[in-house]
T-cell receptor, first 115, second 114 residues
């Protein structure tokens, strides 16, 4: 069974440019998460989707970040415009649903470098 | 609120010796606890999880962890380290009070020397 797929794996852009990341979750997983992992830190949640609905976006910097999950499957995370401090690894994860026994499966991430 | 503290940012062991990675947690609710491993340029992989069943949890690759409520700890152990165990390890807590969001520790970098 295929895992969580993310693209691109690496992205280098200049500040003030837009950038987008794509995620395809594991088939049948209703819940999708976007995390940001800064260098030397653990991942931090940006947004969580239940099907196509964003149910927790409290940590998403809404002035420049946006996300969508059309049809409750694939998801796109966008930054416009990018800032130097946005350099990080952006991780996508998916799970069957909520609950203490639920397990989140992570993709390989997109490493963003903003120059 | 819930959080985890990984007590060591770096741990170095010799191949064949035991591994101990320490984690303390804080939670207002009965938590789930996880250990994830991240190899360079690879995705996060679940090693094991505790969800209020047996307090001694066995995971993949010979790792195990014991949930100790009285000590609010969830330390990760392995009897004998292998070179391939060198990676970043994250202790993670999840609880209903936060919508089951995962709260990661800052990570422990495990170095295995020949």
């Amino acid at each position: 069974e295929a895992g969580v797929v993310q693209s691109p794996r690496y992205k280098i852009i200049e500040k003030k440019q837009p950038v987008a990341f794509w995620c395809n979750p594991i088939s049948g997983h209703n819940t999708l998460y976007w995390y940001r992992q800064n260098l030397g830190q653990g991942p931090e949640l940006l947004i969580r989707y239940e099907n196509e609905e964003a149910v927790d976006d409290s940590q998403l910097p809404k002035d420049r970040f946006s996300a969508e999950r059309l049809k409750g499957v694939d998801s796109t995370l966008k930054i416009q415009p990018a800032e130097l401090g946005d350099s990080a690894v952006y991780l996508c994860a998916s799970s069957l649903g909520q609950g203490l026994a639920d397990t989140q499966y992570f993709g390989p991430g997109t490493r963003l470098t903003v120059l | 609120a819930q959080s985890v503290t990984q007590l060591d940012s770096h741990v170095s062991v010799s191949e064949g010796t035991p591994v101990l990675l320490r984690c303390n947690y804080s939670s207002s609710y009965s938590p789930s606890l996880f250990w994830y491993v991240q190899h360079p340029n690879k995705g996060l992989q679940l090693l094991l999880k505790y969800t209020s069943a047996a307090t001694l949890v066995k995971g993949i690759n010979g790792f195990e962890a014991e949930f100790k409520k009285s000590e609010t700890s969830f330390h990760l152990t392995k009897p004998s380290a292998h070179m391939s165990d060198a990676a970043e390890y994250f202790c993670v807590v999840s609880a209903p009070g936060s919508g089951y969001a995962l709260n990661f520790g800052k990570g422990t970098s495990l170095l295995v020397t020949p």
